[in-house]
């Protein structure tokens, strides 16, 4: 519904122009692609299952999507993530 009423990207406020919602997108796909493989019992690699079940582990992260507080920890988190490795690179 949101893809509707903002417009899905040419406009200024459309959908994908934000990172959260692409993740949701991506966490969808991923989701509806391992229904699918289970449903049609489609033969496909334990590596290829692997990724598509961390996608799930992002959904959690859709509840990010509507908590403001939690949005800005997250995104200070992601941000603090290169910083944190440049210590680490430094042991």
Do not use: P, Q
């Given at each position: 519904v949101k893809s509707i009423a903002w417009g899905l990207y040419t406009e200024p406020t459309a959908?994908?122009?934000?990172?959260?919602?692409?993740?949701?997108?991506?966490?969808?796909?991923?989701?509806?692609?391992?229904?699918?493989?289970?449903?049609?019992?489609?033969?496909?690699?334990?590596?290829?299952?692997?990724?598509?079940?961390?996608?799930?582990?992002?959904?959690?992260f859709r509840t990010v999507q509507k908590v403001d507080g939690l949005r800005v920890l997250v995104n200070a988190l992601i941000k603090a993530v290169p910083l944190l490795l440049r210590v680490v690179s430094m042991f």
């Open positions: 959908y994908l122009r934000d990172t959260w919602n692409i993740m949701d997108l991506l966490v969808l796909i991923a989701s509806w692609a391992g229904l699918l493989f289970m449903v049609l019992k489609l033969s496909i690699d334990s590596s290829s299952v692997v990724i598509l079940r961390m996608f799930r582990v992002l959904r959690a």
